[in-house]
């Protein structure tokens, strides 16, 4: 027996009991504590990290150790450190191998990591950004060759899967595999300029926050009529924004603040905004704590707002346009 | 008869024509406002309707409008039959027609507020009641020898005898069968039952429009001296004016172009143009437009906070604008437009307060009387009926199947679906 490793046998029930508990823990360190944003991120980390050590450990005592190294990363607001209380789930995996059924392995790795992230409170994704999808479940090199293609067709589609793509930090495995897949793209985007362009174009939609009469507008139809898009108005002009200098000036680090922190300081005009988002996030825990679903987590109340908060979240509207708006001008003129 | 009136009579026969095909507008503008399980239902009662219209105002409503009586009824020329000709002016069928489609128009603004709810049988009653004993009062109160015209009550075309009268019982409609299901939650919220063909609703505004010409124009009663022409000018700078201010106050305050509020506002001009159309000046007609489409659209949000559910807008375009339309004439009346049409002038060309105490008046005085007759006769109507709504299991699958036994759309229901060889 020396040197076999012993896996667990678990039927069904006991994984799910294991998850079970999983969930318990986060009631506890999430939704039953105060957070500050990175507190937050950081209790989100180790529930989603210990998840996807339950899944592998599931995976391994059903089909053995993984065949090659493999890096599993986050994206979207997970990537970015920016989750709320409650968030779907966005991810990707690479692993060292073409072998056909190592593909499958980690394929059905992917599924028992969105199983496990489910089971702990992490929705499905609707769009199917997850590691239990070929698209997001890689070979390096297929990695390598599925980026050249997405910026090669050149579709509002491929696009946005780049950009989802840039906000990937890997979590658990061989960090480096992701780290190089993106220094890769973004050699790439730079030695093909009229890219950036492109990607600038892709985010460049913005939701409006603010009437004519500068008043905040709410969706006037379906499940949120009457509710302020807080995501999609606030949040997203920031991220995108940020998300194309980062591309523009190969920084790595995916959350925004980070981001933020690295431009240089000829970028003084957008560094300076940096507080203000800063606290925009904290604001958003304040204004979201009480929600209990995911499916509302993006959508405020404005009735729960005071007079100042409603003045505070008008000028958030208005300067994440205009942020948004300057760093398209400035990518258009550069390249 | 003079050739002039032979042209007279010719021009408000087609005149009753246009008007009757406004119902053709309704039944599309109904149809694409409300979903599709009642499309068949909608657009169906529309047409028996005015087949129960016509009876009853043949019958008794041209007599209490038309007939000679006291200032409130008229009470002679029932079951109308007159051939007689004249040498000036409308023979009395001619005017009977054209009299007997308004009647028909207001009892369809009426049927606004049972939309979607409302069980068949109350639909057949209240058309009687309706046609018998709410509208031809109204009618003659303004229209004939009643105590309005006599104060000198200017309402050119009707927005307050159709418009305002239909709405009216629309409201107490609306109030009396309660909500559509689905339509607010628990918490006082409510949910928009969005309506299911947009095109319709679009197709049955222009139809309108163009039937509106009839209803307008067509009210000059003649053709001497081109009048209707400054009328249907009129009457087209307000609807132009109505769908244009909508569509910017949507836009200015939710940020969306709502597509269903920029059609009320074209509605809602012409409604409110409809009473003031012979007697402003073209400007006037712009702005009496431009607040019809303003007035609309937060007259929608108005009803729909108030819980007052109104799936086809009936109480806002008919109601709000044609109370707006009626008082506008208050305001803008020209002297001699006034001279020439009836009453005097409005507050802007100093003619007082008096033309506009007589407006404010006839909108209270005739808004009361179409609410409380309509919700006394829709009581007796439930009484008959045992009952003015549908049971929720209709509602739910539709009144096309529960009152018709037929899908409007068969193809598109559950359980209909072709599939193919």
Known sequence: MTGAKVYPTFGDHEWDAQYKHLYDQRQQTIHNQEHTSASLQNSHEQIIKKAVCLALEKTKSEWGEPPAHFAFFLMGSGGRFEQSFWSDQDHGLVFDSSIEEDEAYFLHLGGDIVYALEKVGYERCDGKVMASNPKWCCSYAKWEEQLKSWLHEDKWETLRYTLTFVDSRSIIGKHEMVEQLKQTLFKMISSQPYLLRRLTENTGKIKKGLGLFNQLLVETKGKHKGKFDFKQIVLFPYVNGLRLLAIEQEILSTSTIERFQQLPSRYEQFKQLQLSFEQLLEHRLLWQKEIERYEKIHHLSLEQLSPDERKQLKSWVREGRQLYQNIERLLQRVN | ?421
Request: net charge negative; with cysteine; aromatic share 14%.
């Open chain 2, 1 to 421: 008869m003079t050739e002039l009136a032979l042209m007279d009579n010719l021009w408000v026969m087609i005149c009753a024509v246009l008007v009757l095909f406004m119902q053709g507008g309704f039944i599309l503008l109904e149809a694409g406002s409300t979903r599709m399980k009642n499309a068949g239902h909608i657009a169906g009662k529309t047409i028996f309707t005015v087949g129960i219209a016509s009876l009853v105002y043949w019958a008794v409503g041209w007599g209490f409008a038309y007939g000679e009586g006291n200032a409130f009824i008229g009470m002679s020329d029932f079951f109308f039959g007159d051939f007689t000709t004249v040498d000036e002016g409308l023979v009395g069928s001619v005017d009977f027609f054209f009299q007997l489609m308004f009647a028909a128009i207001a009892l369809t603004i009426a049927f606004g507020g049972f939309a979607e709810r409302a069980k068949l049988s109350a639909y057949i009653v209240f058309a009687v009641l309706f046609s018998a004993f709410v509208y031809p009062i109204v009618a003659h109160w303004i229209w004939g020898d009643g105590w309005l015209a006599d104060l000198g009550k200017q309402d050119f075309a009707g927005s307050t005898v159709v418009h305002l009268t239909g709405a009216m019982a629309a409201l107490a409609a609306t109030i009396l069968l309660k909500p559509r299901l689905g339509k607010y939650n628990k918490d006082g919220s409510s949910n928009d039952l969005a309506g299911h063909n947009q095109v319709y609703t679009a197709l049955g505004v222009l139809i309108l429009w163009v039937g509106w010409f009839g209803f307008n124009a067509g009210s000059t009663l003649e053709v001497a001296d081109g009048f209707f022409g400054y009328v249907a000018l009129n009457t087209q700078l307000a609807a132009a004016a109505g769908a244009v201010a909508a569509l910017f106050i949507a836009w200015a305050m939710t940020g969306k172009s709502d597509v269903p509020s920029m059609l009320n506002g074209a509605l809602a001009g012409l409604v409110a143009i409809t009473a003031s159309c012979a007697f402003v000046a073209p400007w006037a007609a712009v702005v009496i437009g431009i607040v019809g489409g303003l007035i609309v659209f937060f007259s929608m949000k108005f009803f729909d906070k108030a819980r007052i559910d109104d799936p086809i807008f009936a109480l806002s375009v008919h109601g709000v604008a044609g109370v707006w339309g009626t008082v506008s004439t208050g305001f803008f009346a020209t002297p001699e437009l006034a001279a020439m049409n009836g009453g005097s002038a409005g507050l802007l060309y100093g003619g007082g307060f008096g033309q506009l105490g007589i407006q404010v008046l006839s909108v209270v005085a005739c808004g009361a009387f179409a609410f409380v007759a309509s919700y006394i006769l829709l009581l007796v109507t439930k009484a008959v009926c045992g009952g003015l709504r549908v049971t929720e299991e209709e509602e739910i699958v539709g009144l096309d199947l529960s009152e018709h036994g037929g899908y409007g759309y068969p193809e598109s229901m559950p359980g209909n679906e072709k599939t193919g060889a």
